[in-house]
């Protein structure tokens, strides 16, 4: 038989209840909040302008907006669980065909995340390079998704 619980203890236990369930109640209201909807909408476009942008005065002010608008959400109790900042890109530009296949061959076995961060960049720039290489015929692969390693034929 389970010990009784004090009266303090079934208080304590009611007014956390209460207290779950006005914060459930105010989650509700912000759903419904068109203006916060609206802003996280922005914020979300703004992560994928940033993610296309090359332009460094255009990141800056997209930067700057984010920012704006993260901090009202915040002030709301609505911001964005996660990341508070978007994935910032080591480089722009793409990578060669022939500076790609010279590193491979030099360093057989590695993976993509190992071969971008030897060109200071990110996967979605080596990538499609290396997918040309791998049609062509002049790259192999052995193991799948991330655990993919490349190797010169």
């Known amino acids: 038989m389970a010990p009784q619980r004090s009266a303090e203890d079934r208080i304590r236990a009611l007014e956390a209840q209460i207290d779950a369930l006005k914060q459930r109640k105010a989650r509700k209201q912000q759903h419904r909040d068109p203006a916060l909807k609206q802003m996280h909408a922005a914020v979300r476009s703004i992560d994928k302008a940033l993610a296309a942008s090359t332009d460094h005065a255009a990141r800056e002010a997209l930067g700057e907006a984010r920012t704006t608008l993260m901090a009202c959400l915040a002030m709301t109790g609505s911001a964005p669980k996660g990341t508070l900042a978007p994935q910032i890109r080591r480089a722009a530009g793409a990578v060669s065909?022939?500076?790609?296949?010279?590193?491979?061959?030099?360093?057989?076995?590695?993976?993509?995340?190992?071969?971008?961060?030897?060109?200071g960049t990110d996967t979605a720039t080596v990538r499609p390079v290396m997918k040309r290489l791998i049609q062509a015929g002049r790259v192999r692969t052995a193991g799948q998704a991330r655990a993919m390693s490349y190797a010169a034929v």
């Open 97 to 119: 065909e022939d500076v790609l296949l010279a590193h491979v061959r030099s360093h057989p076995g590695q993976r993509g995340e190992q071969i971008a961060g030897a060109f």
